[in-house]
């Protein structure tokens, strides 16, 4: 069983839903993002989607374009990502919290899709979320993932409809990420009656469970999601925490890494305050 | 499948790959709608309505077919080929782009879409899908990279006058390409009722092919007309590259006929040494951006790095996939040329022709200053003159020490 899988079995027995916190790989700098990364589980995430920055992240708004600027300009590569989760794993001993890479296929596709694969499980990543690689294209990943036990974790969108579901399921596993709104990352965010009514409509066609992400602020919208879904995503809202612990000119202040945790307990305290049956 | 050899003119396959290129690289959210207009081009494509529709505006709204003109002061000049100008510079709104829009903005309206969006490098895509929206009434929104909405005034201008909305992009480089960004977050959030039109031979499937086919009208025409002027087909084309769609639309009607030397001509910046060019064919490799696979500039791990070069409409650190895969299959040659070539052979088309060329069409013919005086005397060379210079201008003017 996958440390996903592990991770959602473990959520189902507690009664409550899983927050999942995204963190741009790098940001605000190599250090102090590996210092994020290693308090996030005590914060509260129950899994953590790392951002690997890109020059164009067309599927993203102000809030993580900024912060893969900051990371790119601070010098995050591919090599440092996968290091800062090999030493997560080794410094922290965590070997529950799953680990997903979240960003665009352009840095797989160049170092080989086989090799990526590879490279991330021994580093003790457990699943992909490539915005940009629809199941159209999906075939050219799956292969290598699976055999490297990596989990392709696909997106699903208010335009995906029931005949097009099966299509995208097919190349999913871990969970499904379901994009709550018409979209970039960090702008609208989607009535709750539209998330329990996509995540109900996508229960039907997969036993997989469905995250929801793409808008979710604070922690009464991280419940909302939580008693529909299975795990709440929250990404740009933390990002803007990070940046708020910078000074003007791009210095971190002492409440950076305080900010950061306080905000995600927050979102945690939401999630966990919903019981389910 | 597109890599049958026995034609270059079958691609792409059913996924929208030629070759390893094309695709569909794209959000989920995109995707299905991506289908949607698939199938909304392929039942058009075969609809004679549509194509009876497409064509009256080309010819009533457009002026086209665009003379194939034999340039024979160039030629003399020259010394070597025979050259004529295919005049896509004198189509309604000054460039080639108004063929692919045309089809478009008919497109758009045929699926009901309210909302036409677009990006823009020089503004010559900008002001033809203006226009095209003007004549449609559909609103429209141009997004165009900060310097480029500098460095291309009067476009912004004409744009505005024609009643869209031109949004500069600040974000990356502030070019073609962040413009590109931008437009596609701006689909992503409205792709019910907007229509995104692409204005070069990339993009996700079926854009490069879509394109292509609205811009083969020139190349369909050129072969007609070269019969009629010579009584045989051209021995060498040349055109400039950006994106590519000027290049595709003259090269692919002859793609098949081995006769013919095909030459397209990619912005080498201040030189390809320099690493300051826009010549991904030449100073890339293939990567994934802006739902394609492709060649691009980008850095070892596949950062995509700025494009530089003096005309906005080249200024893109891609290509069209379809380039990619003809660059591999080597039956299109690709070559570059610089910043001050492209500026020499607009400042000696002016005189020796009275047309001033866009600089994007400049670089084609610095190519053909190069290459016409090695040709035969027989040898019939045609370049597409794939946009006019009026925008240009105030910059050229600037970069020459001229008062405007």
Same mark, same amino acid.
């Not at chain 1, 996508?202 to 997989?208: D, S």
């Given at each position: 069983?996958?440390?996903?899988?592990?991770?959602?079995?473990?959520?189902?027995?507690?009664?409550?839903?899983?927050?999942?916190?995204?963190?741009?790989?790098?940001?605000?700098?190599?250090?102090?993002?590996?210092?994020?990364?290693?308090?996030?589980?005590?914060?509260?995430?129950?899994?953590?989607?790392?951002?690997?920055?890109?020059?164009?992240?067309?599927?993203?708004?102000?809030?993580?374009?900024?912060?893969?600027?900051?990371?790119?300009?601070?010098?995050?590569?591919?090599?440092?990502?996968?290091?800062?989760?090999?030493?997560?794993?080794?410094?922290?001993?965590?070997?529950?919290?799953?680990?997903?890479?979240?960003?665009?296929?352009?840095?797989?596709?160049?170092?080989?899709?086989?090799?990526?694969?590879?490279?991330?499980?021994?580093?003790?990543?457990?699943?992909?979320?490539?915005?940009?690689?629809?199941?159209?294209?999906?075939?050219?990943?799956?292969?290598?993932?699976?055999?490297?036990?990596?989990?392709?974790?696909?997106?699903?969108?208010?335009?995906?409809?029931?005949?097009?579901?099966?299509?995208?399921?097919?190349?999913?596993?871990?969970?499904?990420?379901?994009?709550?709104?018409?979209?970039?990352?960090?702008?609208?965010?989607?009535?709750?009656?539209?998330?329990?009514?996509?995540?109900?409509?996508?229960?039907?066609?997969?036993?997989?469970?469905?995250?929801?992400?793409?808008?979710?602020?604070?922690?009464?919208?991280?419940?909302?999601?939580?008693?529909?879904?299975?795990?709440?995503?929250?990404?740009?809202?933390?990002?803007?925490?990070?940046?708020?612990?910078?000074?003007?000119?791009?210095?971190?202040?002492?409440?950076?890494?305080?900010?950061?945790?306080?905000?995600?307990?927050?979102?945690?305290?939401?999630?966990?305050?919903?019981?389910?049956? | 499948?597109?890599?049958?050899?026995?034609?270059?003119?079958?691609?792409?396959?059913?996924?929208?790959?030629?070759?390893?290129?094309?695709?569909?690289?794209?959000?989920?959210?995109?995707?299905?709608?991506?289908?949607?207009?698939?199938?909304?081009?392929?039942?058009?494509?075969?609809?004679?309505?549509?194509?009876?529709?497409?064509?009256?505006?080309?010819?009533?709204?457009?002026?086209?077919?665009?003379?194939?003109?034999?340039?024979?002061?160039?030629?003399?000049?020259?010394?070597?080929?025979?050259?004529?100008?295919?005049?896509?510079?004198?189509?309604?709104?000054?460039?080639?782009?108004?063929?692919?829009?045309?089809?478009?903005?008919?497109?758009?309206?045929?699926?009901?879409?309210?909302?036409?969006?677009?990006?823009?490098?020089?503004?010559?895509?900008?002001?033809?899908?203006?226009?095209?929206?003007?004549?449609?009434?559909?609103?429209?929104?141009?997004?165009?990279?900060?310097?480029?909405?500098?460095?291309?005034?009067?476009?912004?201008?004409?744009?505005?006058?024609?009643?869209?909305?031109?949004?500069?992009?600040?974000?990356?480089?502030?070019?073609?390409?962040?413009?590109?960004?931008?437009?596609?977050?701006?689909?992503?959030?409205?792709?019910?009722?907007?229509?995104?039109?692409?204005?070069?031979?990339?993009?996700?499937?079926?854009?490069?092919?879509?394109?292509?086919?609205?811009?083969?009208?020139?190349?369909?025409?050129?072969?007609?007309?070269?019969?009629?002027?010579?009584?045989?087909?051209?021995?060498? /084309?040349?055109?400039? !590259?950006?994106?590519?769609?000027? $290049?595709?639309? +003259?090269? @692919?009607? #002859?793609?098949?006929? =081995? *006769?013919?030397?095909?030459?397209?001509?990619?912005?080498?910046?201040?030189?390809?040494?320099?690493?300051?060019?826009?010549?991904?064919?030449?100073?890339?490799?293939?990567?994934?951006?802006?739902?394609?696979?492709?060649?691009?500039?980008?850095?070892?791990?596949?950062?995509?790095?700025?494009?530089?070069?003096?005309?906005?409409?080249?200024?893109?650190?891609?290509?069209?996939?379809?380039?990619?895969?003809?660059?591999?299959?080597?039956?299109?040659?690709?070559?570059?040329?610089?910043?001050?070539?492209?500026?020499?052979?607009?400042?000696?088309?002016?005189? /020796?022709?009275?047309? !001033?060329?866009?600089?994007?069409? $400049?670089?084609? +013919?610095? @190519?053909? #200053?190069?290459?016409? =005086? *090695?040709?035969?005397?027989?040898?019939?060379?045609?370049?597409?003159?794939?946009?006019?210079?009026?925008?240009?201008?105030?910059?050229?003017?600037?970069?020459?020490?001229?008062?405007?």
């Amino acid at each position: 069983m996958s440390r996903i899988a592990k991770r959602f079995a473990a959520l189902k027995a507690d009664k409550r839903a899983g927050l999942v916190t995204y963190v741009t790989a790098g940001d605000p700098d190599p250090g102090l993002s590996y210092q994020i990364l290693k308090g996030l589980p005590a914060a509260g995430a129950d899994l953590i989607e790392l951002g690997m920055p890109f020059t164009d992240p067309m599927a993203d708004g102000p809030s993580i374009q900024l912060a893969g600027q900051r990371a790119l300009k601070a010098g995050i590569t591919v090599d440092a990502t996968f290091d800062m989760v090999r030493r997560f794993r080794k410094e922290t001993g965590d070997n529950e919290t799953p680990i997903l890479l979240m960003g665009y296929y352009n840095l797989v596709y160049q170092r080989g899709a086989e090799r990526f694969c590879k490279e991330a499980a021994q580093a003790g990543i457990d699943g992909f979320i490539l915005v940009d690689l629809p199941p159209e294209e999906a075939d050219q990943l799956k292969p290598y993932a699976q055999a490297a036990g990596i989990d392709t974790v696909l997106l699903t969108a208010p335009t995906t409809d029931d005949k097009r579901l099966p299509a995208v399921l097919k190349y999913a596993s871990g969970f499904v990420y379901f994009v709550s709104v018409l979209g970039i990352t960090g702008t609208k965010s989607a009535p709750e009656e539209a998330v329990r009514t996509h995540v109900e409509r996508i229960k039907r066609h997969t036993p997989l469970p469905v995250g929801v992400g793409f808008g979710i602020k604070t922690p009464d919208q991280a419940a909302a999601v939580a008693r529909h879904a299975d795990a709440a995503v929250v990404g740009s809202a933390i990002v803007d925490r990070v940046k708020a612990g910078l000074d003007d000119k791009g210095t971190p202040k002492p409440d950076l890494l305080p900010g950061v945790f306080a905000y995600v307990k927050a979102l945690a305290d939401g999630v966990r305050g919903v019981r389910k049956t | 499948m597109a890599s049958t050899r026995n034609s270059f003119r079958t691609g792409p396959d059913d996924r929208g790959h030629f070759g390893i290129f094309g695709g569909r690289y794209v959000a989920e959210t995109l995707m299905p709608l991506i289908l949607e207009l698939e199938e909304a081009y392929n039942a058009a494509k075969a609809d004679p309505q549509f194509q009876g529709e497409l064509k009256y505006l080309l010819t009533q709204y457009g002026g086209r077919p665009s003379p194939l003109y034999f340039a024979e002061r160039l030629t003399r000049h020259l010394g070597g080929a025979k050259v004529y100008l295919k005049r896509e510079e004198l189509n309604h709104t000054g460039s080639h782009k108004i063929n692919n829009v045309l089809g478009q903005v008919l497109l758009a309206k045929r699926m009901g879409k309210t909302r036409v969006i677009a990006e823009t490098g020089a503004g010559q895509h900008g002001v033809a899908t203006a226009t095209a929206c003007a004549l449609f009434d559909i609103p429209c929104v141009v997004f165009m990279g900060a310097v480029d909405v500098d460095r291309q005034a009067p476009n912004v201008a004409r744009m505005n006058m024609l009643g869209a909305e031109v949004r500069a992009v600040k974000a990356g480089s502030a070019t073609l390409k962040d413009a590109m960004n931008e437009a596609m977050r701006d689909w992503v959030a409205t792709c019910e009722t907007t229509f995104y039109c692409i204005g070069t031979v990339a993009g996700p499937h079926p854009y490069p092919t879509m394109v292509r086919d609205f811009q083969c009208v020139i190349g369909d025409e050129v072969r007609k007309q070269m019969m009629e002027a010579e009584g045989r087909l051209p021995d060498t /084309l040349v055109a400039c !590259i950006g994106g590519g769609s000027n $290049a595709m639309g +003259l090269f @692919h009607p #002859f793609l098949d006929d =081995p *006769t013919v030397r095909i030459v397209g001509v990619e912005a080498g910046g201040k030189g390809l040494e320099s690493g300051e060019h826009a010549a991904s064919l030449l100073g890339g490799r293939p990567g994934v951006l802006h739902g394609n696979l492709t060649y691009l500039l980008q850095d070892k791990e596949g950062q995509i790095t700025e494009a530089h070069s003096i005309s906005a409409g080249l200024d893109y650190p891609g290509i069209g996939p379809e380039h990619s895969w003809l660059k591999e299959q080597g039956r299109v040659e690709y070559v570059s040329a610089t910043d001050e070539e492209a500026l020499e052979a607009f400042q000696r088309l002016c005189k /020796l022709e009275g047309i !001033i060329p866009a600089l994007e069409s $400049a670089h084609a +013919l610095a @190519h053909v #200053f190069k290459l016409a =005086p *090695t040709l035969a005397k027989d040898n019939l060379l045609v370049m597409n003159l794939s946009g006019r210079g009026d925008k240009d201008v105030p910059q050229v003017a600037q970069r020459l020490g001229m008062k405007v």
